[in-house]
């Protein structure tokens, strides 16, 4: 029977079904997403078991779920604050010594 497991050096220590990198969150992801659990076990070669052992983990572990989604939103945050979107984003050194034309530029409404 499958086992949900967690250990460090594995997807961060997320909750996964044993053997696989494959995360409980995923397997949720997927079925409210739209997906059914059969089209999972075909996609992810897993077993129908190990698809509703994944499922069961995450309805009776709400609070660790619901903080490992907050984790994430707050990771994913972190990241869009640090993203460069455009030159503006830049270190002065690296930012182009022209601003580029625009989509609505002409050369002929350049000149």
Aim: charged letters at 35%; glycine letters at 6%.
């Amino acid at each position: 029977m499958a086992e949900i497991v967690s250990t460090p050096e594995v997807l961060g220590g997320k909750p996964r079904i044993e053997g696989r990198r494959i995360s409980v969150l995923h397997v949720v992801d997927q079925v409210q997403s739209g997906r059914t659990p059969e089209e999972i076990t075909t996609q992810f070669d897993l077993t129908l078991g190990e698809v509703h052992t994944a499922l069961a983990y995450y309805h009776e572990h709400p609070e660790e779920m619901r903080e490992l989604r907050e984790e994430i939103a707050e990771r994913v945050r972190e990241h869009r604050e640090k993203a460069i979107t455009g030159p503006e984003d830049l270190p002065a050194d690296l930012r182009p010594d022209e601003e580029p034309l625009s989509s609505h530029d002409t050369p002929e409404s350049v000149w």
